[in-house]
């Protein structure tokens, strides 16, 4: 007995448009690791993933560099979720954040590292960042001044970036509100 074409047709466009409409990461909650709890905050018409871990103050940013994810820091997290209140961003465009088609300036990925912050209702925080990461974290600081306690208060940077001849430099620096322009101009 033949199946006639228009059956078998529609049969399998039902099965095709099923599969479409039930993507494997819509079936549940987005993956995270280990200790951590994934999030969603609202930056415009777009979402901004991001990870959870430990409690408390004080509250500490990680902020991964170009083409990396908030897994990036992954094993930042059994070693600060003890002592601190931990937020580890995916950038939009970046991870399970979302990747619209804009310009991403580091203007852009700083208002997606405060729209995190405001949903988290986080005034103070120490800013740790990798490669890119670290010139996000100036933007920040930038885009927040005379916002929010971030322009009045003392910050740090931690930054982790790779110089051009591969090696590895590592910069811890205290600031103030007023010294931080400067110290972001000493890295870049």
């Not at 039902?14 to 479409?20: E, H, K, T, V």
């Not at 990870?51 to 170009?66: D, S, Y």
């Not at 094993?75 to 931990?86: S, Y």
Request: contains cysteine.
């Amino acid at each position: 007995m033949k199946i006639p074409l228009i059956l078998l047709i529609a049969g399998v466009a039902l099965l095709l448009c099923q599969g479409c409409a039930n993507p494997p990461s819509a079936s549940g909650p987005p993956e995270s690791f280990d200790g951590t709890k994934s999030h969603f905050a609202r930056f415009g018409t777009n979402r901004v993933h991001y990870l959870t871990a430990g409690n408390g103050q004080p509250v500490i940013v990680f902020v991964h560099g170009w083409s990396c994810n908030a897994t990036f820091w992954q094993e930042q997290v059994p070693a600060f979720a003890d002592k601190a209140r931990l937020i580890l961003i995916d950038l939009i465009g970046h991870g399970q954040s979302d990747k619209p088609e804009a310009y991403y300036s580091m203007d852009f990925l700083a208002s997606s590292v405060l729209a995190v912050l405001s949903q988290e209702h986080v005034s103070r925080a120490i800013l740790v960042g990798h490669s890119m990461g670290v010139a996000v974290i100036c933007r920040v600081h930038a885009q927040a001044a005379g916002k929010s306690r971030w322009h009045g208060g003392s910050g740090r940077i931690l930054a982790h970036t790779h110089v051009a001849t591969g090696s590895v430099r590592k910069i811890h620096c205290p600031v103030s509100a007023d010294g931080l322009p400067r110290a972001c101009e000493a890295i870049y």
